[in-house]
């Protein structure tokens, strides 16, 4: 059955301020296993030696929570694409492979332990703007506010991000622009969304700096690496709105 | 036994004039008394981020935690499917009673109707609300909303957003929380795991929590606490929940006198990917409305199955007339959209009888040609060719079950390895939401005064069984709209209580207990590791309290539990330190609750001596195989309480029908 044999060279690092080196492990893996069973295996063996399990985010395993954040072989979430680390399937690799394993990188990130990393820094940019600020019970009748189908659309395909993070770990720069700019699009497509949208665009580009992420110089990274596919067209769409509202807003 | 009183407080009145008239009668608490009061909310899933925002909006100082790295992580972003609401958009003649009537019945009469009522009320300005923040939900061309069907009822009333509506509903609310956060009226603790509850002359006061990162313990004082923390499938081990589910917070408060209702109350869905091997960690949802388009059947003989299992012939190759299409056999009226305990009973039914597809004899199909030709066909027609082939239709016809199902597929195929376009999928039930949950009154208080508990956390409103698309419905029904007004019957008695300290002998005491816990499980050193454990226990329960139970089995799951309870204190170990981030030791201690909570079901299971909705006896079945409900004994909801000598006593609390006449379920 577990007839793949590995070489998993993974980052060991006990916590922010200690420094870190790669550590080399064989693993018998299935190629039925997903890449985070196959981290279960070796943790298992680890634990049965007394030894400390490599430390990694995971939490739905089927690609929605955005809870894991790894690079595998250079690439976030690793080889295939439109895909999470924890949808990634062994079938991906073949015996005999080493597999290199270590966590996002990027100044935005630091890294907690092993393979994990804080990304609060996404929830505060959410935070600056967001949002539509709307308090419950004020909403008026949901088809009171006809959206075109194709509008709707679009607006969905920026709301589908998982806040995952491989958007800045992709970016030579450390860039947030994907992330932010999909926040940006999915609120400021919609008809509900329009009232607050320059005042939504500053602020978030404000703390996205704040946050220590770099510029967006177009690489296209970002987009290449997102398991959920969002497009850098948000991006284009972020810096319209940012240069119109520097022209019109009166704040 | 200490005397515990479940009044449900249930208001009096016409039910369908209930919350109206309650919620126009209820104490309030004003502006200026509001901001001097603080709540603990506990889980940022649907409920506990709808609720926590609201209660910022309207003025109260909220505390939030959840052990996740950002509140948008709850396990409610996994949710596929949808969510009712008694809207009518289709003029198909839905209504809040039809809501309601559907909501009690799926449940098999083992819910409280007032309770049910609200729910089906509060619906419709749940969408209105998640529109109004921004929720992308499927649009017609018009561009008004859609609606799609779920299992259990004969209208349109499930709202969606492809398949990630969990996960838009769920932006929403982390969205409103995020803006109270940027207001200040909301403080959110990330990486915090709530590990007790501290009361004060009886009443919820607080919370300890452990920093994940620095294990460090911290005091958590409030004037109430809410607990929103999901629900406990992960007792089974294998289940669509995701990693981190668990049942700690809820455990807590049982262990501090707080009472487990229908414990034994578990949703089994029908339709997930089939186990595969040994080293499987979770279960992989297909979404319930594929069955909108998608036929369950096996062959109709044995061999054929064999033949499929030993991979000499592919599912495509049988053909029609040798097929057993199951589901539309034996329930005519609603087909392959019968609720889910029925759909996953009659699936263990085909496989049991030898006629499992998957190697491992234990899956069905689930299959889409026949929708990708009457839609290919149709597609083609509107598109002027009255004269398509066999290609055309099945190109035309893919594209549209990609519109509907895309992310689906893809999803099947990532894991599975195979094209659910080409080959029908195999799927089998898994275990995916539990019913049960702490006991509540109408206020959604639970027997604790000022613990609060609100979502899958509560056991209050889908009986034994839930229908699809309700989940996201009764989370956010609970957070937005409910708790909001009820948690004022408590608070408008505390406007002149002081700011709670939270260095008092109570919080010592309780912080000290948190110690001694996780020194025990640290100090034990013992040579298995805690996975193998929860795996062990997960074993138990789904082979004696899963699909199908009976009076021995559970007696024996019990002691097995009991052993496995002992040995795990004997022979745990756990890696590293309690000062640093070791999700390790997290998992340690919600296995030590699981492992308590597991005895819990097994002895509710075998309480209650009938077969009704998740909870199937193989003792009490009809002639024809379906479940046989016992009205006259069993019309009560089970609540557990877990004395400090580890026993189990049962309280009740009987259901009274005053609207919905109990009648045998029938799909038939």
């Known amino acids: ?7 998993l060279k993974i980052w060991r690092q006990r916590s922010a301020d200690q420094k870190g080196h790669f550590e080399t492990y064989t693993v018998q893996a299935s190629e039925h296993m997903s890449f985070l069973e196959m981290l279960d295996v070796l943790n298992e063996e680890l634990i049965s030696k007394k030894e400390e399990p490599v430390v990694f985010e995971h939490d739905c395993r089927e690609g929605i929570c955005g809870a894991c954040s790894m690079v595998i072989n250079g690439r976030p979430h690793g080889p295939s694409k ?25 100044k935005g990130f630091p890294v907690i332990k092993d393979l994990a990393v804080d990304r609060s820094a996404f929830d505060r940019i959410i935070q600056s703007g967001g949002y539509i600020s709307v308090n419950t019970g004020q909403a008026p009748d949901g088809n009171s506010i006809p959206i075109e189908k194709d509008q709707a659309g679009k607006a969905f395909d920026a709301a589908t991000c998982i806040g995952c993070g491989a958007c800045v770990a992709a970016c030579p720069n450390g860039s947030a622009m ?18 607050e949208h320059q005042n939504r665009v500053q602020s978030m580009v404000a703390q996205m700096d704040k946050e220590g992420f770099g510029m967006c110089s177009n690489t296209g990274a970002c987009e290449v690496e997102c398991p959920k596919e969002i497009s850098i067209e948000n991006i284009a769409r972020l810096n319209r709105s940012y240069m119109a509202s520097m022209f019109t807003s009166d704040k | 036994m200490s005397k515990i009183n479940l009044e449900s407080k249930v208001p009096k009145g016409e039910l369908a004039e209930k919350w109206t ?3 126009g ?21 649907l409920a506990g981020a709808s609720a926590a925002a609201t209660l910022g909006e309207l003025g109260y100082n909220v505390k939030v935690f959840t052990f996740h790295d950002s509140p948008r992580r709850a396990h409610s972003i996994a949710a596929q499917g949808g969510i009712n609401a008694a809207k009518n958009y289709q003029n198909d003649g839905d209504s809040i009673w039809r809501l ?6 799926g449940g098999d009469y083992r819910s409280r109707e007032a309770n049910v009522h609200r729910l089906a009320e509060a619906s419709k300005d749940i969408i209105d609300q998640c529109v109004a923040q921004g929720v992308p939900f499927a649009r017609e061309y018009g561009g008004l909303l859609a609606n799609r069907s779920f299992g259990g009822v004969q209208v349109s009333r499930t709202f969606y957003a492809r398949g990630q509506t969990g996960q838009q509903l769920l932006i929403g609310a982390y969205q409103a929380l995020a803006r109270q956060a940027s207001h200040g009226k909301c403080t959110i603790y990330n990486r915090h795991e709530m590990l007790d509850i501290v009361k004060v002359d009886g009443k919820a006061r607080g919370i300890i929590a452990r920093n994940l990162l620095t294990g460090e313990l911290e005091r958590h004082s409030a004037h109430c606490v809410v607990l929103a923390t999901g629900g406990y499938g992960n007792v089974f081990y294998l289940s669509t929940n995701a990693m981190g589910c668990n049942v700690s917070a809820a455990w807590r408060a049982v262990r501090n006198g707080a009472l487990m209702a229908n414990p034994c109350f578990t949703q089994i869905h029908p339709t997930c990917i089939p186990v595969s091997g040994d080293y499987q960690s979770k279960l992989t949802l297909m979404s319930e409305s594929l069955r909108n388009d998608g036929r369950v059947w096996v062959p109709k003989t044995k061999e054929d199955a064999e033949a499929i299992r030993e991979r000499r012939k592919v599912g495509k190759e049988i053909p029609e007339e040798d097929r057993d299409y199951y589901l539309e056999r034996r329930y005519p009226a609603f087909g392959n959209l019968v609720p889910r305990d029925v759909a996953s009973r009659a699936a263990k039914t085909a496989c049991d009888e030898g006629k499992g597809v998957a190697p491992t004899g234990l899956a069905v199909y689930l299959d889409f040609a026949a929708a990708i030709e009457r839609y290919g066909r149709a597609e083609a027609f509107s598109n002027g060719n009255t004269n398509p082939s066999e290609e055309q239709v099945r190109s035309l016809g893919e594209k549209v079950i990609e519109a509907k199902y895309g992310n689906l597929f893809q999803m ?13 999928m195999k799927i089998y039930p898994a275990v995916h939401y539990t019913m049960g949950g702490l006991w509540v009154d109408y206020n959604l208080e639970t027997n604790v005064p000022g613990l609060f508990a609100l979502g899958e956390a509560n056991f209050s409103d889908h009986g034994a069984n839930r229908l699809g698309a309700s989940a996201l419905m009764q989370g956010l029904a609970d957070g937005y709209f409910v708790i909001p007004y009820t948690i004022g019957q408590f608070l408008s008695g505390e406007i002149r209580t002081p700011e709670i300290a939270n260095d008092t002998e109570e919080f010592m005491k309780a912080e000290e207990g948190v110690k001694n816990r996780i020194a025990q499980v640290m100090n034990t050193k013992g040579n298995q590791s805690v996975e193998s454990f929860h795996r062990r226990l997960g074993k138990i329960m789904w082979e004696y309290c899963g699909m199908s139970r009976n009076a021995e089995g559970l007696k024996k799951g019990r002691e097995m539990i009991q052993e496995l309870r002992k040995e795990f204190y004997a022979d745990v170990f756990v ?19 699981f492992l308590e909570l597991g005895e819990t079901m097994m002895v509710d299971a075998l309480d209650r001596n009938e077969s009704c909705g998740g909870h199937f006896r193989e003792e009490y079945v009809t002639e024809d195989g379906e479940a046989k409900r016992n009205d006259e004994d069993y019309t009560y909801v089970s609540a557990w309480e877990w004395t400090d000598d580890d026993e189990v006593i049962l309280h009740k609390e009987d259901l009274k029908f005053d609207n919905v006449e109990l009648k045998t379920r029938s799909y038939k």
């Open chain 2, 575 to 593: 890696p590293g330190t309690n000062e640093e981030f070791n999700p390790e030791l997290e998992k340690a201690l919600r296995v030590a609750d």
């Open chain 1, 178 to 195: 994907l992330f932010t700019s999909a926040k940006v699009s999915h609120l400021g497509l919609l008809p509900q969304g329009q009232i």
């Open chain 2, 25 to 45: 009668s209820m104490n309030l608490v004003a502006p200026n008394n509001k901001r001097r009061i603080d709540i603990i909310v506990v889980g940022t899933g």
């Open chain 1, 1 to 7: 059955m577990n007839d793949m044999k590995l070489q």
């Open chain 2, 21 to 23: 008239e309650y919620k």
């Open chain 1, 82 to 106: 439109g895909t999470t680390a924890c949808q990634l399937h062994m079938r991906s690799f073949k015996s005999g492979d080493t597999i290199t394993i270590e966590p996002f990188r990027a």
């Open chain 2, 412 to 424: 099947y195929e990532k894991i599975t390895g195979e094209n659910p376009y080409k080959n029908p």
């Open chain 2, 100 to 105: 309601f009537y559907d909501t009690i019945k």
